[in-house]
Nanobody
Framework: QVQIVESGGGLGQPGGSLRLSCAAS????????MGWHRQLPGKEGERREL??????????NYGNFVKGRFTISRDNAKNTVYLQMNNLEPEDTAVYYC????????????WGQGTQVTVSS
């Protein structure tokens, strides 16, 4: 079993910053890709939007909308991934989900429960 716990969401102001954290724990031998996706309000039936991913070697990939505003990082020793979000926009309001690909007998994706980020003045 792999548990994913997110933290750091909440209310942010336009132009402000928030930092999300996500820690993986449980029974697994390795983690490859860690990342964040988001579900925009009113689009719960649609596919989650890619925010950012990072491999175990540190290679990163960002959604087109990020435009240099967000930075993903990870601490492999702590099995933790972070998302630093700067210059927030109201359009960033969404539920942010952490995603981890871990090996526990086989490679499988695991998702957190989601953390709400609301950007409003």
């Amino acid at each position: 079993q792999v548990q994913i716990v997110e933290s750091g969401g909440g209310l942010g102001q336009p132009g402000g910053s928030l930092r999300l954290s996500c820690a993986a724990s449980g029974t697994f031998s390795s983690i490859s890709v860690m990342g964040w996706h988001r579900q925009l309000p009113g689009k719960e039936g649609e596919r989650r939007e890619l925010v950012a991913t990072i491999t175990s070697s540190g290679s990163t990939n960002y959604g087109n909308f990020v435009k240099g505003r967000f930075t993903i990082s990870r601490d492999n020793a702590k099995n933790t991934v972070y998302l630093q979000m700067n210059n927030l926009e109201p359009e960033d309001t969404a539920v942010y989900y952490c995603n981890v690909r871990a090996f526990s007998g086989e490679w499988l994706p695991y998702w957190g429960q989601g953390t709400q980020v609301t950007v409003s003045s």
